[in-house]
């Protein structure tokens, strides 16, 4: 009843007074109120339970990072895997734990340490009986793991592939309905005189992705994509998709570990010296600052400049690890060519390296692929369930020289086209503590350190601390390492953080991280620092109900923005606040809402305050008898510039990644349907809205619409065999 009644009465409600000019104030406390009334009992579905963990995963990587394009296919691909064929915890590994990426370090060492003392587990209620795991806990893992004496041992006959594995086919079209500058009719001469005026392409993204794999043995596929603006067949791409991925992946095949061919990533230690991906950051599950690498895994995501191209392999000998891997790929820069020793040669340079993996207009196009990179290296590993320390090291080659416009900030970077660095990792554990940390040298430069530990007093009560130090003439090929910065260098930090359930049915988690920056950074002219804290207070009054409150503030110093004629600018300080309330509930077997409010300050010193808000509701449906289930969203946003946007994830297609930046003012409304056309073949279908109230212009340059509002239309097949 309350559900049918949200949906005749309040969604139309809300419709009809978006576009009306009332207070900012009235519409926050309206939809606020009608936010905190729901409060019942009930049980969720594993694959809530699935849904629910990217998500907040997923939102974690972006408050952090604040990227509303990313790509997160290959961190979450596997926790999908998991769900379908979930993880024999009779049969699991080390290796395997830290694989599925919800149990800490101490929690496997209990969980392993308990078979072994006590033999094979008998059912998933003996979890409660180890030290570590509670009953949200055990929730959390129930749509991930099984018990089991079943042996899973790999059969790569041919025949057995061919009955046991899965095929999965997935073809995606999606596009804007407004058109934008870089798509208007032109003529020929006035492109020639401006060759970057017009996106060479057509403006559909279009997608395509084939993967088998049998059990967790072995994985096949490629990957294909075009993005808005880029051409399609002709032009420039005569072969079709702009960008095209392809892997084999085999694992645990005697000594063989992993054997990678093709496109993967390599992941070491915490991130220093070598982690080709992304990683999580700070946030609200503090336990989240530990890194968990995997070593070698095939690569599945779009983004065209995170992952190596070629070929590594791990060997296992007993508790030693030994990987070593080679990538030769082409990657896009800024080119020019210089005058060389000899008279008859000019010399390729580089200026600076492309990593947006668009190539619509002629510069893009020229850009692309217009130098090889060569990264080699290896990491060597000793491990066990208390103890695992690892050397890493990498050496990276440009076939051009490497000549970038370096400023007074930027003056200890790298501007050689050759780097090496090698790195020492460690991860310890000691009764209910769990020390880890790494240390890296970049050859011929600095240093860089990072340290930390997870305590469990109480399984109540647990603490996190890292200290980082990036020395400013530390040069990262490629590292993931926890940070305040874009990139692991000139910064010193001291992070401090804890969970606590005080009584039943609430969660207080916060952090606190104070960093300072030693030298000089872009749009900084002077040493700097800040501080950043996060206080989130969550309830579950039931298995039906959750909501949480949450402050997160950061404070860092920043140039003026008053226009100084003579003279160095100086430092004030720039301090962002949000506050959020959100809640999930569970109406019923097949109808979920879901809701936020978020308030947000930002506050420049010098500068006019800005404030802004964001407010939605969703409403999810997913019935287990129906072949039909949908989501769909109504916000109300408004905020005074982009310095105070809010970004939030929207509930997209299979392995497509919304969140979108929420700024100026106006109202947002998406709706993703999934439809099951027959066993083996899936549909969706989303169409998003958004429509601005005080601009008539969205955007700029080629992305520039003309109007007040932008559509989106997206649908993907799948096909699964």
């Not at 600095?446 to 601390?465: E, K, M, Y």
């Not at 409304?669 to 005080?694: A, E, F, H, P, Q």
Request: aromatic content about 14%; overall charge neutral; hydrophobic content about 35%.
């Amino acid at each position: 009843m309350l559900g049918c009644n949200f949906i005749t009465n309040v969604i139309p409600t809300l419709a009809e007074r978006s576009f009306d000019l009332f207070s900012t104030k009235f519409k926050s406390c309206f939809v606020f109120i009608l936010l905190l009334s729901p409060i019942i009992s009930f049980s969720q579905n594993k694959e809530d339970d699935k849904n629910k963990i990217i998500e907040k995963r997923i939102e974690y990587l972006v408050e952090d990072a604040e990227e509303s394009d990313a790509d997160y296919t290959t961190i979450f691909d596997q926790l999908s895997y998991f769900y379908d064929h979930p993880l024999n915890l009779n049969r699991v590994d080390l290796n395997d734990l830290e694989e599925l990426g919800l149990l800490t370090s101490i929690q496997i060492n209990n969980l392993l340490a308990h078979i072994e003392q006590n033999g094979k587990l008998m059912t998933l209620e003996e979890l409660q009986t180890i030290e570590g795991f509670d009953a949200d806990l055990i929730k959390l893992l129930l749509p991930f793991v099984k018990v089991s004496t079943d042996v899973d041992n790999a059969q790569l006959s041919f025949k057995e592939l061919i009955k046991n594995g899965e095929n999965q086919l997935f073809i995606r079209y999606q596009t804007i309905l407004e058109q934008k500058e870089g798509f208007l009719p032109v003529t020929d001469s006035a492109l020639a005189a401006s060759p970057n005026s017009r996106y060479r392409g057509i403006e559909p993204k279009i997608y395509t992705r084939y993967r088998y794999k049998y059990g967790r043995h072995l994985s096949f596929g490629f990957t294909a994509e075009k993005d808005a603006g880029e051409e399609f067949f002709t032009g420039t791409q005569k072969n079709g998709f702009d960008f095209y991925s392809a892997h084999l992946f085999i694992r645990n095949q005697g000594k063989i570990k992993q054997l990678a061919i093709g496109d993967y990533q390599a992941q070491f230690g915490q991130g220093l010296t070598y982690w080709s991906g992304r990683a999580f950051g700070k946030s609200a599950d503090i336990m989240l600052i530990k890194r968990s690498a995997q070593g070698l895994k095939p690569y599945t995501s779009v983004d065209e400049s995170r992952f190596l191209r070629g070929g590594g392999s791990t060997f296992q000998f007993g508790k030693i690890n030994v990987t070593a891997f080679y990538s030769y790929n082409k990657v896009d820069a800024n080119i020019n060519l210089t005058d060389s020793l000899s008279e008859d040669n000019e010399v390729l340079a580089v200026t600076s390296i492309q990593q947006s993996g668009l190539h619509r207009t002629f510069n893009e196009i020229e850009d692309k692929g217009a130098i090889t990179q060569q990264q080699m290296g290896g990491n060597i590993s000793y491990k066990t369930r208390k103890l695992s320390v690892g050397l890493t090291g990498i050496n990276s080659n440009l076939n051009a020289d490497f000549n970038p416009s370096l400023q007074t900030y930027s003056q200890f970077r790298n501007s050689d086209n050759n780097q090496s660095k090698i790195g020492a990792d460690y991860n310890f554990i000691y009764k209910n503590f769990n020390f880890f940390g790494e240390f890296t040298k970049s050859i011929n430069a600095g240093n860089a350190f990072v340290s930390g530990a997870l305590i469990t007093l109480d399984p109540r009560l647990s603490f996190a601390v890292l200290y980082r130090d990036y020395q400013r003439n530390f040069q990262p090929i490629s590292s993931a390492g926890i940070g305040e910065g874009s990139t692991n260098e000139n910064e010193k930090g001291l992070y401090m953080g804890f969970i606590a359930k005080p009584i039943k049915k609430v969660t207080l988690s916060a952090y606190y991280d104070q960093f300072t920056f030693p030298w000089l950074k872009s749009g900084i002219n002077a040493p700097s620092g800040g501080y950043q804290y996060l206080v989130q207070l969550t309830y579950k009054p039931s298995k039906k109900m959750e909501m949480y409150v949450r402050i997160r503030e950061r404070d860092k110093l920043e140039n003026t923005a008053v226009d100084l004629s003579e003279g160095i600018d100086y430092l004030v300080h720039e301090k962002q606040t949000n506050y959020r309330f959100n809640y999930s509930y569970k109406v019923s077997e097949s109808i979920k809402l879901k809701g936020r409010v978020e308030l947000i300050n930002y506050d420049k010193e010098e500068s006019p305050f800005e404030t802004g808000y964001l407010v939605y509701q969703d409403i999810v449906y997913k019935a287990k008898s129906s072949p039909f289930s949908f989501a769909f969203r109504y916000g109300l946003f408004d905020t005074e510039s982009f310095n105070s946007r809010i970004y939030a994830y929207e509930n997209d297609v299979l392995y497509a990644f919304s969140i979108p930046a929420y700024y100026n003012r106006g109202t947002r409304t998406y709706l993703t349907v999934k439809y099951r056309v027959m066993r083996g073949i899936d549909l969706w279908l989303r169409y998003g809205l958004t429509y601005y109230d005080n601009v008539d212009v969205i955007s700029s340059g080629l992305e520039e619409i003309q109007g007040n509002h932008k559509q989106e239309v997206k649908a993907q097949i799948r096909f699964k065999f």
